[in-house]
């Protein structure tokens, strides 16, 4: 009976020796932040303040990526959320497009298609149809675009979108 008592014990204490091993061993969420994908090394409000950047009003469903590119060493962002046509368009407007503009997201001065594809960014992502739309130059060298869902000529209701920092 003794030695059915120790074994058990015995097994207990490897698998919580195991267990506790794992936990300090075990890759962490990236920068701490459930919201951020794989390989980010800024929190979202770090990563949007290097760049001067904001969200629209009321984003939901948020995950990031910031990471630094190693064959330019420059730091690449991007950001899939959830927003409303209101509030998106009042977003691009205050950077900067439209109302003619926004009336006209269809036509071919913006790229259309897989716009909003980009590589290890986690969540909901944009599909298409959608529209890339320049918002500014953010330095010398990068631009920002968001990447909006479209309805005919408009922008969906609830759309997804994905804000990025481009190079130039």
């Keep these: 009976m003794r030695w059915a008592i120790g ?4 097994t207990v204490f490897t698998l919580m020796c195991l267990w506790v091993a794992r936990l300090f061993t075990a890759e962490g969420l990236p920068a701490g932040d459930r919201r951020a ?11 949007l303040a290097t760049y001067e950047l904001d969200l629209p009003a ?6 990031h990526l910031a990471r630094v590119d190693p064959e ?8 899939a959320l959830r927003s409303t ?23 071919s001065a913006y790229p259309h298609g897989d716009v909003a ?4 960014l986690c969540g909901n992502t944009a599909k298409v149809p959608a529209v890339s739309v320049p918002l500014k130059p953010v330095t010398s060298t990068e631009s920002a675009r ?5 309805d005919g000529r408009a922008i969906r209701e609830n759309t997804a979108v994905v804000l990025a920092v481009v190079p130039t």
């Design 7 to 10: 074994l058990t014990l015995l």
């Design 37 to 47: 994908c794989k390989g980010t090394v800024l929190s979202l409000n770090q990563a």
């Design 58 to 63: 009321g984003a939901t469903d948020l995950h």
């Design 72 to 79: 330019s060493g420059r730091l690449q962002v991007a950001v």
């Design 85 to 107: 046509r209101a509030a998106m368009t009042d977003y691009l407007q205050q950077h900067g497009l439209t109302a003619d503009q926004l009336a006209h997201l269809d036509d």
């Design 117 to 120: 594809d980009y590589a290890g």
């Design 146 to 150: 968001v990447a909006v869902e479209l």
